[in-house]
Structures are given as structure tokens and as C-alpha cells.
């Protein structure tokens, strides 16, 4: 009888559920996004209106 070595990658198996992982926590992230930029969330209208006043300057 003769001596063989087998090697067994597993590694697949764990990078696939990670890619997967993060894409189900990307798509989340872009449904919450979406869901409370379209539902007016913020206070008031959502409508931020600044006044910047810049003091003129002469040479």
C-alpha cells in the first residue's frame, strides 16, 4: 500500500457567504436610503434654505 495526501479546500464555501453577505447589506443599506429620503422624515418640509453673505472685498 502506498501513502497519498489529500488536501481539502474549504475556503470556497466562506467567501462566497461573505460576498453574499455583503450585498444583501448594501442593497439594505440603499432600500433605507431610498425609503426615508421619499418619505419626508426630516423635520419641517425638508426644505433648507441658507443665507450666506459674503463681505465684498476691494483691492
Do not use: K, Q
Amino acid at each position: 500500500m502506498t501513502d497519498r495526501e489529500i488536501i481539502v479546500n474549504n475556503d470556497g464555501g466562506r467567501s462566497t457567504g461573505a460576498l453574499v453577505a455583503g450585498i444583501v447589506a448594501v442593497l439594505l443599506i440603499l432600500i433605507a436610503i431610498w425609503y426615508f429620503a421619499n418619505n419626508g422624515t426630516t423635520a419641517g418640509d425638508g426644505d433648507v434654505d441658507v443665507d450666506v453673505n459674503v463681505p465684498a472685498t476691494t483691492n
